[in-house]
C-alpha cells in the first residue's frame, strides 16, 4: 500500500508541476500530451492529464502552502 502512496504524491507533484509552468489551457495541456505521449504512452499520459485536473480544482490549497 505504501508504494501505491508514494506513486500518487508522485503523479500529484507532477501534475502541479506542469500546471505551474503554464500548462492551464485546452491547447496547452494538447501540446504536452504530444510531447509526453511519445515517452510515456497514452495511458501514462491520460492518468496524468487527469490528475492536472484534480489538482486545477484544488489549485488553492496547494498554492496556499506554496506561498507560505
Do not use: I, S
Request: net charge positive.
Amino acid at each position: 500500500m505504501a508504494d501505491q502512496d508514494v506513486r500518487q504524491q508522485m503523479l500529484e507533484c507532477e501534475a502541479r508541476y506542469w500546471l505551474r509552468r503554464g500548462n492551464t489551457t485546452p491547447e496547452k495541456v494538447e501540446n504536452l500530451k504530444e510531447v509526453l505521449v511519445k515517452k510515456r504512452g497514452e495511458a501514462a499520459v491520460t492518468r496524468l492529464v487527469d490528475e492536472m485536473r484534480r489538482q486545477w480544482g484544488r489549485r488553492r490549497e496547494w498554492l496556499e502552502v506554496g506561498d507560505a
